[in-house]
Nanobody, 129 residues
């Protein structure tokens, strides 16, 4: 049974930093694409970033939403079955529930949440102005 458990959310002032973690179990971690999405109240779930499967032709490549590019960094530690999201220079508009997602398939549209089979329960990030 695949499980994804996020942690690291909280309240931070604008300009501050947070690091989210997502610990995975029940899967061959390195063969899964991993992603972070977020959902603010009243809005649809939106793509934040992804890192491809370590074994794919573009293994370990990262992609970011324009809104977070240069501020957020995704990384994966296959030895620890954990994916991280380092968030710097946080803005109030980054406030949302952040979800970790995983899928064993290569993706043509990595930003589409429908393409991810497994999801964590989410962790709240609140950025005050």
């Amino acid at each position: 049974q695949v499980q994804l458990v996020e942690s690291g959310g909280g309240l931070v002032q604008a300009g501050g930093s947070l690091r989210l973690s997502c610990a995975a179990s029940g899967l061959t971690f390195s063969s899964y694409a991993l992603a972070w999405f977020r959902q603010a109240p009243g809005k649809e779930r939106e793509f934040v970033t992804t890192v491809t499967r370590s074994w794919s032709w573009n293994g370990g490549r990262t992609y970011y939403a324009d809104s977070v590019k240069g501020r957020f960094t995704i990384s994966r530690d296959n030895a620890k079955n954990t994916v991280y999201l380092q968030m710097n220079s946080l803005k109030p508009e980054d406030t949302a529930v952040y979800y970790c997602a995983a899928d064993p398939k290569s993706k043509s549209d990595y930003a589409d949440p429908i393409g991810y089979e497994y999801w964590g329960q989410g962790t709240q990030v609140t950025v005050s102005s």
